[in-house]
Each structure stands twice: as structure tokens, then as C-alpha cells.
């Protein structure tokens, strides 16, 4: 595997339900992102963190929760859900905090809430 | 705030065409600039990066910069139905997140 992978690709839950999202770099970075992107709208950051560390929580809500066991992975843990959370969500890398080189995108997961 | 403002589109151009895109940003310490297409239902891929005044070329792609003007530019020459995406310009002023912009659409016709 090489560059950003995240699964699943595609989820589907309904409100109750409790799923994660999976991202993992083979890239050697030391930062980690998520990020929005829904229907027609720009990217909106969720989390970053840096060596493991999170650095930035841009008021997302509660029911999204991020977990960062070590430089290589990234989840981000999803319960009660609403129908608008309905979104493409990415996850990124670079190789530091400082993003002087860019990020590097996973294919992002297409996530249906019903 | 930080800010990086392009025209959301769409900007139509014939193929074959040069298609300009441009960008401008709000933080006059910023210091890397990037251009990442996005077609649609896909992630952003990264198409060019920008670090000095001037234009820098690849392939058919040529990014611009004046920091003068807080300006970055992406010109794509000969222009192709494959080019057609949403072009994102991202910029970076050191110890934070890229700040994106809304995306171009950019629509090339055959």
C-alpha cells in the first residue's frame, strides 16, 4: 500500500448506529486530517493532529470523535449521526504541522447517514 | 481570518483552449501555494505547488504567483474534456492548516 488509504469507500448507517472511518499513511507524515466536503460546498477541517498530538478541533460536533493511536492512523468514530452529516469525508496527511509541502488526500469514504 | 477567494464558475473554455484560474488570499505571510483538481465524487489530487514569485511550468500546467498582489493563478494550455474538474487553491502561512478556497469549476468543451 502506498500514499493515503482510507476504508470503507462507501457506508451507509442509520442514526443509532455506531461505525468508524479508517485512514492509515504510508507516507512517513507526521500529521494527520479530517475534513468535510459536503454536496456543492467547500472543505470544512474537523481535526488535525500533529505527532499523535490533536492541535486543532474546529467545534465539530460530539458525535464525531477522532482517535490517533500513532503517526500512521487516523479514525474517526461516528454515533448518532444525522441526516445531514451526509458527506464526503477525507482524510489527509503532510509531512509536518506546518503543511509547507501540502497534504496528500486518502479517496475518502462516502458516507450516507438514513 | 485567513482567506483564499476564487470565482466558483463554471468557466467554460473550448478545447484546446488556455483556461485561467485564479485565486487570491487574504494573509500576506503566507508562504506555499498549491493547485489540487478535484472531478467529481473524487478526492483533491495535488497538481502543482508554488513557493516563489514567477511562473513555474509542467506539462501543460503553469502556476503563477505575485505576492505583491496576493495572487496565484493555474493556467492549463491546450485544454481537454479531461480537464474538466473543480480546481481547489490552497495556501499555507506556516504553523496552521492550508486554508482552501471554494473550488473553480473549470468545464472544457469538446
Known amino acids: 500500500e502506498t500514499g493515503v488509504t482510507q476504508t470503507p469507500r462507501h457506508l451507509v448507517m442509520g442514526m443509532t448506529n455506531k461505525k468508524s472511518l479508517k485512514c492509515e499513511q504510508h507516507l512517513g507524515h507526521n500529521a494527520m486530517y479530517w475534513y468535510k466536503q459536503s454536496a456543492k460546498k467547500p472543505l470544512e477541517l474537523m481535526f488535525v493532529?500533529?505527532?499523535?498530538?490533536?492541535?486543532e478541533n474546529n467545534s465539530v460536533p460530539s458525535r464525531f470523535s477522532p482517535e490517533c493511536p500513532n503517526s500512521s492512523h487516523l479514525f474517526l468514530h461516528l454515533h448518532t449521526l444525522q441526516p445531514e452529516d451526509s458527506a464526503l469525508y477525507l482524510c489527509?496527511?503532510?509531512?509536518?504541522?506546518?503543511?509547507?509541502?501540502?497534504?496528500?488526500f486518502g479517496s475518502g469514504t462516502r458516507l450516507t447517514v438514513v | 481570518q485567513k482567506e483564499v477567494e476564487q470565482n466558483s464558475g463554471p468557466l467554460s473554455v473550448p478545447e484546446g483552449a488556455i483556461a485561467s484560474l485564479n485565486c487570491t488570499y487574504s494573509d500576506r505571510v503566507s508562504q506555499s501555494f498549491f493547485w489540487y483538481r478535484q472531478y467529481s465524487g473524487k478526492s483533491p489530487e495535488l497538481i502543482m505547488s508554488i513557493y516563489s514569485n514567477g511562473d513555474k511550468e509542467d506539462g501543460r500546467f503553469t502556476a503563477q504567483l505575485n505576492k505583491a498582489s496576493q495572487y496565484v493563478s493555474l493556467l492549463i494550455r491546450d485544454s481537454q474534456p479531461s480537464d474538466s474538474a473543480t480546481y481547489l487553491c490552497?495556501?499555507?502561512?506556516?504553523?496552521?492548516?492550508?486554508?482552501f478556497g471554494k473550488g473553480t469549476r473549470l468545464s472544457v468543451i469538446a
Open positions: 490552497a495556501v499555507n502561512s506556516g504553523n496552521t492548516p492550508l486554508v
Open positions: 489527509a496527511s503532510s509531512q509536518d504541522g506546518t503543511a509547507s509541502y501540502g497534504y496528500t
Open positions: 493532529y500533529s505527532l499523535e498530538e490533536r492541535v
